[in-house]
């Protein structure tokens, strides 16, 4: 069974509840199962599903857990040599291909799933400019940085991402700390737009956002790995910024 933390399953669930009850009935499911091999009989405490070194142990395990919230398919052998176009592929059949966005969550980039994002809705492209270039010291003229999305909601909002690449991550954070620095805190205002699954088992980045989160207080982070985070930012862009026609 795949960790609660695996991209796959965020790939189909639509909040943290859902992969909690996951998680529950994971932990429940194996616990039955190491203990039930201490036994001939199969029990473990008050639950008895069937004695683990029966033929048909399986389709007792599929049977009790029928019309629960986590439920079991019928078993089918599947013999492959590409295990992720497998997954892939019965993903599509069970799941559905329009309710599948696998791209996102395994190659996709936060810039790139937010440009997606932000390409397919049209009250979204009408507010938001990508790669605006930023002048952030008047008197240098020459100094210009990139910013991958903005708009203006009587100031100007800067989102910028993070990439992917932890070896870059000095990059993004001097960045984001200069824009941060020296951009007006009245006319303007940062987001910063990243993956928590980009980062699970690199602590430094974690740091480094909660540095940020603590010496500026006015800066807005946004884990789009959570579908809520990302619905209600471009709640607000709709309803809140300019048509980017009608700014002057």
């Given at each position: 069974m795949l960790d609660e933390r695996s991209n796959k399953l965020k790939a189909i669930m639509n909040n943290s509840v859902e992969l909690e009850i996951y998680k529950s009935y994971k932990d429940m499911i194996e616990f039955y199962l190491k203990k039930s091999k201490e036994d001939i009989s199969g029990i473990v405490g008050n639950v008895y599903v069937g004695s683990y070194y029966e033929e048909d142990f399986l389709e007792k395990i599929i049977d009790?857990?029928?019309?629960?919230?986590?439920?079991?398919?019928?078993?089918?052998?599947?013999?492959?040599?590409?295990?992720?176009?497998?997954?892939?592929?019965?993903?599509?059949?069970?799941?559905?291909?329009?309710?599948?966005?696998?791209?996102?969550?395994?190659?996709?980039?936060?810039?790139?799933?937010?440009?997606?994002?932000?390409?397919?809705?049209?009250?979204?492209?009408?507010?938001?400019?990508?790669?605006?270039?930023?002048?952030?010291?008047?008197?240098?003229?020459?100094?210009?940085?990139?910013?991958?999305?903005?708009?203006?909601?009587?100031?100007?909002?800067?989102?910028?991402?993070?990439s992917n690449n932890t070896n870059r991550a000095s990059d993004w954070f001097t960045k984001i700390q200069f824009i941060l620095d020296e951009t007006n805190k009245e006319e303007s205002k940062v987001h910063l737009?990243?993956?928590?699954?980009?980062?699970?088992?690199?602590?430094?980045?974690?740091?480094?956002?909660?540095?940020?989160k603590n010496k500026y207080s006015t800066l807005e982070i946004h884990n789009i790995d959570k579908k809520t985070n990302v619905e209600k930012l471009c709640n607000y862009i709709e309803t809140e910024a300019q048509v980017l026609e009608n700014v002057v």
């Open positions: 009790y857990y029928t019309n629960k919230e986590l439920s079991f398919s019928k078993i089918n052998v599947a013999f492959t040599k590409n295990e992720k176009n497998l997954f892939q592929t019965l993903l599509k059949r069970y799941i559905g291909e329009c309710n599948v966005d696998i791209e996102k969550t395994t190659t996709m980039s936060a810039k790139k799933y937010m440009k997606q994002i932000f390409r397919q809705n049209e009250n979204l492209k009408k507010r938001i400019k990508n790669d605006m270039l930023l002048k952030p010291i008047k008197e240098l003229d020459d100094l210009e940085i990139k910013i991958d999305f903005s708009f203006k909601n009587g100031k100007w909002n800067y989102m910028q991402t993070i737009l990243y993956k928590e699954s980009d980062f699970l088992e690199d602590k430094g980045t974690f740091h480094l956002l909660e540095y940020l």
